[in-house]
C-alpha cells in the first residue's frame, strides 16, 4: 500500500506579485524551492491564508534571492500581492516508509520570503 504524505512545505510565505497574463504556475525564488526540496514543475498545493483559497499549479524556477512568489496564470485571481500563502508539495510513500519520513518544512520572512538562519 501507498500513503500520498507532505513532502514539502513553505510555511507564510507572502505574494510579490500575480501575474494573469502568464501561461500558469508558481514563479518561487530559487532558493526557498531548494531549502524546501521543490524542483521545477513540480505540482504544489497553494493555500492563501488571507482568503482561504486553495489551488493545485506548479512550480517554476524564479530568481535566486528575490524573494519572489508570484502566481501567474488564472491562479493570480485567487491570491493579491501581499497575501500569506501556505505552499506543500506530497510525495507517494511506502505505508512502511512513511511512518519515518519527515517533511521537509521551511518558515521563510513573512517580509522579504527570505530563508531564516
Do not use: W
Request: with cysteine; proline share 3%; aromatic share 6%.
Amino acid at each position: 500500500m501507498q500513503i500520498e504524505a507532505l513532502k514539502s512545505k513553505i510555511h507564510h510565505a507572502t505574494i510579490t506579485e500575480a501575474n494573469l497574463y502568464y501561461m500558469g504556475s508558481i514563479t518561487l525564488d530559487e532558493d526557498l524551492m531548494e531549502a524546501a526540496n521543490l524542483v521545477a514543475y513540480e505540482k504544489v498545493t497553494v493555500v492563501n491564508i488571507n482568503n482561504g483559497e486553495r489551488l493545485d499549479t506548479y512550480v517554476i524556477k524564479g530568481k535566486r534571492g528575490s524573494g519572489v512568489v508570484c502566481l501567474n496564470g488564472p491562479a493570480a485571481r485567487k491570491c493579491h500581492a501581499g497575501d500569506v500563502v501556505v505552499i506543500m508539495s506530497y510525495a507517494l510513500l511506502d505505508a512502511e516508509e512513511a511512518k519515518t519520513f519527515q517533511p521537509c518544512i521551511i518558515f521563510p520572512d513573512k517580509e522579504t520570503n527570505r530563508l531564516v538562519k
